[in-house]
């Protein structure tokens, strides 16, 4: 609690963190402004009203047409709307079977309704809009045809087949599930995948450790490496290890073997002692020790810095600063899913705006930290079909369980957020915009992103829900130097771990110079060639051609300048609940 909170704040503060337990953390003033804005202009909009009765009305037609051609043709016959591509409940063939067809039809016809009845209201503002149109559909998504025994065929013909056995698996599950989120346990599963067993083994030593980091040295695969080293800073939302999964998927280890000394920066987990530990914090003791330890490593060998979503737009900012102050120890920058211009950062500023940040400023302030289920069900929200309605389904009608994978087991891992750095990244980033906008203040200055000069490589990634490539791609608007531009399919996580051998990856890339004219991603994504297999083999060849000599591997540590071994990998902040 700090010292200046006034009475009525404190009273005000506890009780938006006692409705936060009850709301997961979404504020219901921001809810019922959003809400007030689309019903008062619409209730003003006789206009926009006329039209909505007339699509009721026409789809209505649609509907009563496509169920008289179904009478007629005993019940199969060609949908009258088609679910959007990215929707897959209804792509089953017995989907189209009378009575189901005429199920998923009203269904989707009423979601289309709908979605044309919380857009394009004039006088809205679009972040109500966007609000709107949002929780409309998660409401409607709750009465899917799709969600329910009875009128979902794929789970009547399974309970048929299996004389109702898989509602007893799906029953059992449920009540594993519930277990495990009172004892708040991983699933049972996850004993399959053990950090430093199975995950994360990439043989390596912890060589400095301070309050929030450890940094991590790997043991190098080859007889030379090239003279500049690699660091990784990866987001300290969720664990470090998704980049080094299992051997088979492990960019760490990927790097290693292809000749170069790899660091990683491993965080702390934060409890409510670390309530105070901001930015400047993250910047100082994250990014910065890392490099001044490195380069006692490798005899001031210039730095490969690579960051990895919120890991890369810190290491943006640090990488900015170290420009303005004359620091010319990073010999090329690389960002993977990493935004640093918030204005179309997807989905999630649905839940940015002054009453929704205040309200989960108040909520961390109870605890000191952004609990990691509370963001969790964010994320979730955002991809509901997929992360939750869907799960159910297979889960607790079906009966069945998907096997969990290692990227499963790390997504379980979660973390937490200090108060102080999270509520300085939502207001500052996310709410304001400060860095893209040269607002960013660090030590009683601006830092301007077009201060980096160093060679940048950037990835987006095609289906990404929390860094939206176009998102991403704005780098080439903040930058004043070369920029190698990669999209690759999959999504924020997956897209990333994108490993040799994985099968149905596709990637395009081009560089950009920094005196060429500017293209904006739509037109970008139209002229680049799609390339079949992973992006990883050209992150290697574009490090190559930016390194210098080959040398014999560095010592690990150097206890001559205090960087001792402290003990093998993964290390223990990443063994913190």
Same mark, same amino acid.
């Given at each position: 609690?700090?010292?200046?909170?006034?009475?009525?704040?404190? @009273?005000?503060?506890?009780?938006? %963190?006692? !409705?936060?337990?009850?709301?997961?953390?979404?504020?219901?003033?921001?809810?019922?402004?959003?809400?007030?804005?689309?019903?008062?202009?619409?209730?003003?909009?006789?206009?926009?009203?006329?039209?909505?009765?007339?699509?009721? $009305?026409?789809?209505?037609? #649609?509907? $009563?047409?496509?169920?008289?051609?179904?009478? %007629?043709?005993?019940?199969?016959?060609?949908?009258?709307?088609?679910?959007?591509?990215?929707?897959? #409940?209804?792509?089953?063939?017995?989907?189209?079977?009378?009575?189901?067809?005429?199920?998923?039809?009203?269904?989707?016809?009423?979601?289309?309704?709908?979605?044309?009845?919380?857009?394009?209201?004039?006088?809205?503002?679009?972040?109500?809009?966007?609000? !709107?149109?949002?929780?409309? #559909?998660q409401i409607l998504d709750v009465f899917s045809p799709s969600n329910y025994l009875l009128t979902n065929p794929q789970l009547l013909e399974q309970t048929e087949k299996e004389a109702g056995q898989n509602l007893v698996r799906g029953a059992q599950n449920f009540l594993d599930d519930l277990q495990q989120t009172i004892a708040n346990k991983k699933p049972k599963a996850g004993a399959k995948f053990v950090v430093g067993k199975q995950l994360a083994i990439t043989p390596g030593k912890i060589i400095y450790r301070n309050h929030l980091i450890e940094l991590i040295q790997y043991t190098s695969t080859t007889d030379e490496v090239r003279s500049q080293p690699i660091l990784i800073v990866p987001a300290w939302i969720m664990k470090y290890y998704i980049l080094d999964l299992s051997p088979s998927n492990s960019l760490v280890k990927y790097l290693t073997e292809q000749g170069f000394t790899v660091f990683m920066v491993s965080w702390k987990n934060p409890d409510a002692s670390d309530r105070d530990l901001g930015m400047d914090d993250y910047r100082n003791m994250g990014v910065m020790d890392a490099i001044d330890a490195i380069e006692k490593i490798t005899n001031n060998a210039k730095i490969h810095a690579m960051g990895y979503c919120l890991g890369g737009t810190l290491l943006s900012i640090a990488a900015a600063t170290m420009a303005r102050e004359g620091d010319n120890r990073l010999q090329s920058l690389s960002l993977f899913a990493a935004q640093v211009d918030f204005t179309e950062a997807g989905e999630l500023m649905l839940f940015i705006n002054e009453s929704q940040v205040t309200f989960l400023e108040d909520m961390m302030w109870e605890k000191g930290y952004l609990d990691a289920k509370q963001m969790s069900g964010a994320f979730?929200?955002?991809?509901?079909? &997929?992360? +939750?309605?869907?799960? +159910?389904?297979?889960?607790?009608?079906?009966?069945? #369980? %998907?096997?969990?994978?290692?990227? !499963?087991?790390?997504?379980?891992?979660?973390?937490?957020?200090?108060?102080?750095?999270?509520?300085?990244?939502?207001?500052?980033?996310?709410?304001?915009?400060?860095?893209?906008?040269?607002?960013? @203040?660090? =030590?009683?200055?601006?830092?301007?992103?077009? &201060?980096?000069?160093?060679?940048?490589?950037?990835?987006?990634?095609?289906? &990404?829900?929390?860094?939206?490539?176009?998102?991403?791609?704005?780098?080439?608007?903040?930058?004043?130097?070369?920029?190698?531009?990669?999209?690759?399919?999959?999504?924020?996580?997956?897209?990333?771990?994108?490993?040799?051998?994985?099968?149905?990856?596709?990637?395009?890339?081009?560089?950009?110079?920094?005196?060429?004219?500017y293209i904006d991603p739509d037109s970008w994504v139209a002229t680049q060639?799609?390339?079949?297999?992973?992006?990883?083999?050209?992150?290697?060849?574009?490090?190559?051609?930016?390194?210098?000599?080959?040398?014999?591997?560095?010592?690990?540590?150097?206890?001559?300048?205090?960087?001792?071994?402290?003990?093998?990998?993964?290390?223990?902040?990443?063994?913190? =609940?």
């Open positions: 609690m700090k010292s200046d909170d006034s009475q009525p704040q404190i @009273i005000d503060k506890i009780l938006h %963190a006692s !409705m936060a337990k009850i709301t997961s953390g979404l504020s219901p003033s921001a809810l019922m402004a959003a809400y007030a804005d689309w019903a008062v202009h619409l209730a003003s909009s006789p206009g926009k009203q006329s039209q909505l009765i007339e699509k009721a $009305a026409r789809k209505f037609a #649609r509907l $009563a047409g496509y169920l008289s051609e179904c009478s %007629a043709t005993l019940g199969e016959n060609s949908p009258c709307i088609e679910p959007l591509p990215i929707d897959k #409940r209804f792509s089953e063939d017995s989907w189209q079977k009378w009575p189901f067809n005429l199920l998923y039809q009203s269904f989707l016809l009423n979601q289309q309704w709908w979605s044309n009845a919380t857009t394009d209201v004039r006088g809205v503002t679009q972040q109500h809009e966007n609000v !709107m149109e949002f929780a409309t #559909r979730q929200l955002l991809r509901s079909n &997929d992360l +939750i309605w869907s799960r +159910i389904v297979h889960d607790y009608l079906m009966g069945e #369980r %998907a096997p969990l994978n290692d990227l !499963m087991a790390w997504n379980f891992d979660t973390t937490r957020m200090p108060y102080k750095m999270h509520s300085q990244y939502l207001r500052q980033l996310f709410l304001n915009n400060e860095l893209s906008e040269g607002q960013y @203040i660090v =030590d009683g200055k601006p830092i301007y992103l077009s &201060d980096i000069r160093v060679p940048t490589f950037i990835v987006g990634t095609q289906k &990404d829900h929390v860094a939206p490539w176009k998102s991403v791609y704005k780098f080439h608007l903040e930058s004043d130097t070369d920029v190698t531009f990669l999209l690759t399919s999959g999504g924020h996580n997956a897209g990333i771990v994108s490993e040799p051998e994985h099968p149905h990856r596709t990637y395009q890339i081009a560089t950009t110079k920094k005196e060429a004219t060639e799609e390339h079949d297999g992973s992006w990883w083999p050209e992150l290697a060849k574009w490090l190559h051609s930016h390194s210098g000599k080959y040398i014999p591997p560095p010592t690990m540590g150097n206890p001559k300048k205090k960087l001792s071994i402290l003990c093998d990998a993964p290390g223990t902040y990443v063994m913190q =609940d």
